[in-house]
T-cell receptor, first 112, second 114 residues
Framework: GENVEQHPSTLSVQEGDSAVIKCTYS??????FPWYKQELGKGPQLIID?????GEKKDQRIAVTLNKTAKHFSLHITETQPEDSAVYFC???????????FGAGTRLFVKA | EAGVVQSPRYKIIEKKQPVAFWCNPI?????LYWYLQNLGQGPELLIR????????DSQLPKDRFSAERLKGVDSTLKIQPAELGDSAVYLC????????????FGPGTRLTVL
């Protein structure tokens, strides 16, 4: 079946450094790729998303890149801050977002 | 605008007992999802509703899990009887469902089965 692999599972960076999380997906029909941030005791919150007709998207300190040929997409966080510490999930979906497969998550620690 | 509301936030029960979770989606959102999130894992879809119709329940363990969304608004997910392995966070999400993909999640219900 379809799956999404996410790496690394844990990432520790110094405040101000960049963080990169990578995902690969298997379903070539996937055309929507959201990223979620989940803080302790809360549900996942969408932070950025990208569609298959775009190669890159940026929102302030957060950017996402997509390589449809290789079935790779990545999240880049620049100038990390302690409040960026959380678990980040990538996801891939098709058919109007109705079938969304999530990665296993990356726990990001930003050390002050 | 209020987000997705779930209750209770936490539930502790003994195995073999029944349990129910409630979800109220964002107003106007026709699509509602129930997800299971095990510790250290991403959410996994249990069931998706389009209005009051369950259009994807292929991952719902129907021997003990059931769900309903009678009026196409709020929804209830039930487990009867609960097993130790059901301990997890149960997340509800909603989306407008009309040519859009973005799902908005509630805070989840953390279930502990003793």
């Amino acid at each position: 079946g379809e799956n999404v692999e996410q790496h690394p599972s844990t990432l520790s960076v110094q405040e101000g450094d960049s963080a990169v999380i990578k995902c690969t997906y298997s379903d070539s029909a996937s055309n929507y790729f959201p990223w979620y941030k989940q803080e302790l005791g809360k549900g996942p919150q969408l932070i950025i998303d990208i569609r298959s007709n775009v190669g890159e998207k940026k929102d302030q300190r957060i950017a996402v890149t997509l390589n449809k040929t290789a079935k790779h997409f990545s999240l880049h966080i620049t100038e990390t801050q302690p409040e960026d510490s959380a678990v980040y999930f990538c996801a891939a979906s098709s058919t109007g977002g109705f079938k969304t497969i999530f990665g296993a998550g990356t726990r990001l620690f930003v050390k002050a | 605008e209020a987000g997705v509301v779930q209750s209770p936030r936490y539930k502790i029960i003994e195995k073999k007992q029944p349990v129910a979770f409630w979800c109220n989606p964002i107003s106007g959102h026709n699509t509602l999802y129930w997800y299971l999130q095990n510790l250290g894992q991403g959410p996994e879809l249990l069931i998706r509703y389009e209005n009051e119709e369950a259009v994807d329940d292929s991952q719902l363990p129907k021997d003990r899990f059931s769900a309903e969304r009678l009026k196409g608004v709020d929804s209830t997910l039930k487990i009867q009887p609960a097993e130790l392995g059901d301990s997890a966070v149960y997340l509800c999400a909603s989306s407008s469902g009309v040519g859009t993909d973005t799902q908005y999640f509630g805070p989840g219900t953390r279930l502990t089965v003793l």
